[in-house]
């Protein structure tokens, strides 16, 4: 499952120093990315057809950043020397290639005398290192200089931006956060985003009852099992496991990893101690890993005595990793049909990211086809009751373990249909890190919307205050109408129904406030998040696309 953009093992070192001089002279400014500006000049040289080189660039950059690191120009280049040599450029051609790494550098055109001119130009009697220059600071205009930076606008400038994320990150910190700050969003919804936030990897939930294959789940997709797994029919993980990939095998206490300031786990420390105590980070080195995080949580509990014993929101722990990640798998075991009232709890929880929510019926193999065929009925009946959505839930049913397939209950259609479930899941699970730029965009947009509403919400009940006397009354009296204040929100505004939060959830967080101290409408603030919406981001994607479309 590892992508196609990190293909260093497959080049020789030789290549390798080649196309270290190569990306550091087309690199002119000297921040590990070669935008798409800089990529079409220099890819010009190789004579390859346009066609080609926007395919060559799709592949590159198949996470859809709007740069290439030196691993995707390496990609880049590889697939440079296959065009020029007559092969169709597609997404699986250097997979299927056989020894890629003798695959010699493409042919680029005056590529020789402007690498002398450039070694001359920025060595001034600095040695070279195994035949590659240090990354010098880039001079104040060169050849590759990205056009970005000539780019005026009267909106927030992105001329020093280099990816998308970045540019998600200055829209973030200089329009929605001041919104998000003054109307204390962070209270009632999500907590402030921190450049961790942006830079973090996808990340996979897996949710369920106790004993349904989670953890033996993201054992079968490694192939081997991660620091502090453990495996068995009684609820062994008690705890939340976030496996990411990382130099050495250890495990990491949550109190420690929750104040790390490179990892997306700071404003979990607002659920207590008594949750960072059952929360760690297990790291191993595994290539799957170098691109996506999975987060194995303990097992559902049924009946309300062992709910009531957990010492921290567990519910609210959830709703945290689920507004974080990029997939959600939710496993039933075909002996464990029933969704006891914490699970429903937990899966309303869910509200508002039901898109990246899939079913995995695991251990389906136990029972028989005939069986298996009633199990499916049952469990499309029972979620109907929890989600409330109309479109169908996409269900994959398989047993994701390292065992053999139960022969004995499953005919040679059923063998069959989990082979191609299995395969299913898998697509689904590595075009994660390809849609997590576009995933990054569309939560980005969803929250600038959900605060742009909280703060006509806020204003508005300020706004309902009464100047002198009788503010507690007027308080008490706004908190019981609170449906009223929504309706005429969006009757003023024209705003959509299904955009506002949840009124018993807003209620019970606004009983901790004064409604008096809060902001006015700041309508300059409005506009800037309407300009990100309407323009920056729109410009930021254009920056970004497939140069050569």
Not at 409 to 415: A, Q, V
Request: glycine fraction near 6%; charged fraction near 25%.
């Amino acid at each position: 499952m590892v992508t196609v953009s990190a293909p260093i093992a497959s080049c020789s070192k030789a290549h390798q120093k080649i196309y270290q001089k190569w990306f550091n002279f087309v690199d002119s400014d000297g921040d590990g990315r070669v935008t798409g500006d800089d990529a079409t000049v220099f890819f010009a040289k190789s004579n390859v057809e346009k066609p080609q080189l926007k395919q060559v660039w799709a592949i590159a950059d198949s996470k859809r950043q709007g740069f290439l690191g030196f691993n995707e120009f390496i990609t880049a280049m590889q697939l440079l020397s296959l065009a020029q040599a007559g092969y169709d450029i597609t997404a699986n051609l250097l997979r299927t290639t056989d020894d890629v790494e003798l695959l010699e550098p493409p042919v680029m055109e005056g590529l020789d005398l402007l690498l002398a001119k450039h070694n001359g130009s920025r060595n001034n009697g600095v040695p070279e290192t195994n035949g590659v220059l240090a990354v010098q600071p880039a001079p104040a205009k060169s050849l590759f200089t990205s056009m970005l930076s000539k780019k005026s606008s009267c909106h927030t400038s992105l001329g020093k931006v280099t990816s998308i994320v970045d540019g998600l990150k200055r829209l973030y910190n200089e329009k929605l956060k001041p919104l998000e700050v003054a109307y204390r969003y962070n209270d009632f919804a999500s907590p402030l985003l921190t450049n961790t936030d942006f830079d973090a990897k996808p990340m996979v939930m897996l949710l369920g009852q106790y004993s349904t294959g989670k953890t033996t789940f993201i054992k079968h997709l490694l192939k081997s099992n991660y620091p502090g797994a453990h495996i068995g029919p009684e609820p062994t993980t008690d705890r939340f496991i976030v496996v990411m990939g990382g130099p050495d095998e250890r495990s990491v206490p949550g109190n420690t990893i929750a104040v790390q300031a490179d990892m997306p786990f700071n404003t979990l420390t607002t659920f207590g101690g008594a949750f960072l105590s059952k929360f760690e980070c297990s790291q191993m080195p595994h290539p799957l890993l170098e691109h996506i995080t999975f987060v194995d949580t303990p097992g559902v509990l049924s009946g309300e005595k062992q709910r009531t014993q957990r010492s921290y929101d567990f519910t609210g722990v959830i709703k945290w990793f689920a507004e974080k990640c990029d997939l959600i798998l939710l496993l039933f075991d075909p002996h464990k049909l029933d969704i006891s009232d914490e699970f429903k709890r937990v899966i309303s929880s869910l509200h508002g990211q039901e898109d990246k929510i899939r079913v995995v019926l695991n251990k389906a193999d136990q029972v028989d086809t005939q069986q298996l065929m009633r199990v499916y009925g049952a469990l499309m009946w029972s979620l109907g009751k929890v989600l409330n959505t109309p479109e169908v839930t996409r269900v994959y049913v398989g047993s994701f373990n390292d065992k053999p397939v139960n022969k004995e209950s499953l005919d040679s259609m059923g063998k069959e249909l989990f082979e191609k479930e299995q395969d299913d899941l898998l697509v689904d699970l590595m075009d994660i890190p390809k849609k997590a730029c576009d995933r990054q965009i569309n939560e980005f947009v969803k929250r600038a919307r959900a605060a742009k509403i909280h703060a006509y919400i806020i204003s508005q009940l300020k706004k309902e205050m009464p100047a002198m006397m009788g503010k507690s009354k007027a308080q008490q009296k706004l908190m019981k109408n609170l449906e009223d204040v929504f309706a005429k929100v969006q009757r003023e505004f024209h705003l959509p129904a299904g955009d506002f939060p949840d009124v018993e959830h807003f209620r019970q967080v606004l009983g901790a406030y004064n409604i008096d101290k809060f902001e006015k409408l700041k309508p300059k603030m409005i506009q800037a998040v309407d300009e990100m919406l309407g323009y920056d981001i729109p410009d930021l994607l254009k920056n970004f696309k497939n140069p050569y479309e």
